[in-house]
Structure formats: structure tokens, C-alpha cells
């Protein structure tokens, strides 16, 4: 078992920036592949940004690239996400999940995440 909590969602104006943290406790989670999902209220889950073990793969949801970077410190057990230029359309409830995700191409689907943890709010103003 994975037990996932994030932290560093807050009230943000339009430009500025904000921190994701998502601190893994149980078992190491160095071999897993973790990812950030949003979620907006009445709309799905969409995927953000993901990072594999040992940085081999990262990839990013078209919306956030370039502004946004995930990274992940396993000596931690923790990964970031650092997001820069936050626009309006960034508010969401934002969600960390790990897994071990055998295809690089399942990477961006939710679904295949076993590990979630329970969202932190980020509110962009305009």
C-alpha cells in the first residue's frame, strides 16, 4: 500500500505561481510512475503531467506545457509540481495517484494509477 498526500493548493492571481507537493509514505514509491490529474467542478478528470521512475519518462498535458514541470525526489518519497503563468482556467481540485504503469502509452489515462491521494484545491483569479 501507497498513501498519498498532497499539499501546497491555495488561491492564486492570474500570472502567479504555485508548488504541488505529493509526499508518499507505506511503500517506497521509487518504481512507480506518478502523475497529476485535475478536476474542475461538473467537468472529468484530465490528466496534467506524469513522471516515471528514475525520470525516464516525463510527459505533459498540452494545456500546461511549458508552464507548468514535475519532478520528483525519491529520497523524499515526494514529487512536485511546479506551476508557473497560472491562468483562470487552471482551477481545479488537483490529484497525485501512483502506480506501476507497464506502457508508456496508458501513462496519461487515471485509470491506471492504484494509489490516490485525497486532492488539494488550486484557485486561479482573475
Known amino acids: 500500500q501507497v498513501q498519498l498526500v498532497e499539499s501546497g493548493g491555495g488561491l492564486v492571481q492570474a500570472g502567479g505561481s504555485l508548488r504541488l507537493s505529493c509526499a508518499a509514505s507505506?511503500?517506497?514509491?521509487?518504481?512507480?510512475?506518478v502523475g497529476w490529474f485535475r478536476q474542475a467542478p461538473g467537468k472529468e478528470r484530465h490528466f496534467v503531467a506524469t513522471?516515471?521512475?528514475?525520470?525516464?519518462?516525463?510527459y505533459y498535458a498540452d494545456s500546461v506545457l511549458g508552464r507548468f514541470t514535475i519532478s520528483r525526489d525519491n529520497a523524499k518519497n515526494t514529487v512536485y509540481l511546479q506551476m508557473n503563468s497560472l491562468k483562470p482556467e487552471d482551477t481545479a481540485v488537483y490529484y497525485c495517484?501512483?502506480?506501476?504503469?507497464?506502457?508508456?502509452?496508458?501513462?496519461?489515462?487515471?485509470?491506471?494509477?492504484?494509489?490516490w491521494g485525497q486532492g488539494t484545491q488550486v484557485t486561479v483569479s482573475s
Open positions: 495517484a501512483a502506480g506501476v504503469v507497464v506502457y508508456t502509452r496508458d501513462l496519461q489515462s487515471w485509470g491506471k494509477y492504484d494509489y
Open positions: 507505506g511503500r517506497t514509491f521509487n518504481n512507480y510512475a
Open positions: 513522471i516515471t521512475s528514475s525520470d525516464l519518462y516525463i
